[in-house]
C-alpha cells in the first residue's frame, strides 16, 4: 500500500465524531440553533445560476413534515431553460476548474467542511424542520456530510498523485480526467450528506456540478449552495437548481452537456434514468453517459436460534424504526428461525411500543412525521395489505398527532409469507414484516428471495453460522450482530447491487474512479534531440 495507490484502505481517515446529547452543552447548543432557525422559517431561495439569483413565477414549498401548517420556506423552481443556462455556464468554467492542481480544489472542500463545522447545530436544526430528523439523525446526517467532504478531498489527491511504468527509452504515464459536467440528483432523506457527497466527489475530481436537490428538501440544499461559495468553489462550477424531477431533472438527464449523471434514489427513476441516459448517449451526445445509480432495499435481518435477543431487538428496533423506517438501509424484514420467533416476537412489540413519538425539535423523539402526504398515503395502503397479508401483531395509534403532522406509527406485521408484498416490496415507512424459518438454509433463502441487494445483517452467537452469513447473503453491506443502518464514510463503504445500486461503494476508496475518465499517456524517450522552443 502506497501513497499513490487510490485502492488503499484509507484506514486513517477520521470520522466526524457524532454527538453526545448527554452533554449539557450540546443539548443547550441544539436547542438554541432550533430557535434560531425556527426564527427564520419562511425564507425564500431562488435558483443558483453562476453565482447569480434566479428567481422563477413557479414555487416549490418546503413544509415541517411534523406540523404541516408551517412552511420551512419556499425556493424557486428550475425548467428545462434554467438546466441549459446553468449546464453553459459550466461549459465555460469547467476547464479552469479541471487544470487547477487536485490540492487546491481539495482544499476548498476542506474548507467546505470547516464551514459545516462552523453551522453544525444550524444546519442539522434545518434537517430538524425539513426533514423531520430527530436529533441523533439530524446531527449525524450533517456529520457524513462533512465526512464526504474530507474524504474525497484526500481521495482526489491520491487519484492525481503521478503513476507510471517507465522501461529504458519509453515513458508511460496513467493519469485521470475529469468527466466534464456532473448532474448532480439526490433524495430527501439524507438531505445534506448525499447530495454533499455525490457534489464532493465531483468537484474533488474537477468536474463541474449541477445539484438538483429532491423537491422535499430543497432548502437545506439551499444552505449548502451557500457555504460552497464561501468556501471558494467558483461560481461557475457549481450551480443550485431546486425544481420538479419529471422537469429541471429529466432535463439535466437528457442535456447534450452533461456527461455523468450521479443519482441516489428510487428504484423506479434510478432505472428511467438509466435507461433514457443511454438512449441519448451517441444521438443527442457524442459520447456515452455515464450513469451511478443508488437505489432503493429491502432489507433483511435474521435472528438466530442462540442470537441474544436483548441485543437482536435493540437492533432491529432501532434499524427499523429510527428516522420512521425511511432509510435505503433500513430493516424491512426481520426472518426468525422458529425456535425463537415466539419470544423474539414479543419482546420486539414492547420494545418498538415504547418509542416516544412526536415532533423532531423536541430532544427525546426517536420517531417523527413521515416526509409528505404522499408517502403517509402509501405507507398506510402497505398497512391495509400487510393486514390481508400478515397478522398485525403492533399497530402503534398516533392519536391526534395525525392531525398536525403527516404521522404513521410503527407496525409491525407477524407471520408473513416470503412472497408476501409485505416481504418483497420497498415501502420506505414504519412498517416492519416477520417471517419464521425452520432452519438457516430457509433463513438465507427467504433474505437472498428479493430484487434487493443492498444492507442486510444476522445476530448469531454461531462462528460457523457467522461465516456462512459472510459467504451466502446478498447484500452491499452486511453487518453482524449490531443494527443495519448508519454507515460510516470510510470505514463501510456504502452500497449495493441486484436493484439497489449500480455504483460502487460511496465513501470507499473507488468511488471516485466513476468521476475521472481513466488516460495511458506514453512517450518514446530515446535520444533524437528536440526542437528548440518557439
Ligand atoms: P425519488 O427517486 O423519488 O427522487 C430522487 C431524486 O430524483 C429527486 O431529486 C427527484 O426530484 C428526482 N427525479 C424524480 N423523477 C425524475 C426524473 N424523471 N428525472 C430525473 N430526476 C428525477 O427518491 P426519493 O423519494 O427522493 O428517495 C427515496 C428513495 O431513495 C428510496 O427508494 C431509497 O431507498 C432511496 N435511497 C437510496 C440510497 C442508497 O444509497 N442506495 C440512499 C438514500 C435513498
Redesign the pocket.
Known sequence: MTDADPHSCNAEFANEPHVDFAVEANRMAMQAAISRVGAQLGCHCPLVIDGESVDTEGRLASVVPYEFTRQVGTTASADASHADRAVQAARSARADWARLPARRRSDKLRRLADLMRRDFFELSAWEVFESAKPWREATADVCEAIDFCEYYAEGAERLAACRGADVPGEENRFVYLPRGIAAV??????PLA?LTGMTAAALATGNAVVM?????SPIIAAKLMQLALEAGIPPGVLHYLPG???EV??A??EHSYVHLIA????????L??HARAAQVSGKRCKFVKRVIA????KNAVIVDRDADLDEAVAGVVYSAFGFQGQ??SACSRVIVLKDVYDAFLHRLIEATRSLPIGPAEQPATIVSAVIDQEARDRILRYIEIGRQEGTEALAVDVGELARSGYYVGPHIFADVAPDARLAQE?I?GPVLAVLSAEDLDEAFRIANGVDYA?TGGIFSRSPAHLDRARREMEVGNLYLNRGITGALVGRQP???FKL??IGSK?GGSDYLLQYVIPKTITENTMRRGFAPPE
Not at 443519482?263 to 434510478?270: A, I, K
Open positions: 440528483i439526490a433524495p430527501w432523506n439524507f448525499i438538483k436537490p429532491a423537491e422535499q420538479k424531477g419529471e431533472g429529466a439535466l438527464v443519482f441516489t434514489g428510487s428504484r423506479e427513476v434510478g428511467a434514468i443508488e437505489m432503493g432495499g432509510k435505503c420497498e420506505f443492498l456504502f452500497g449495493g439497489s445500486g460511496a
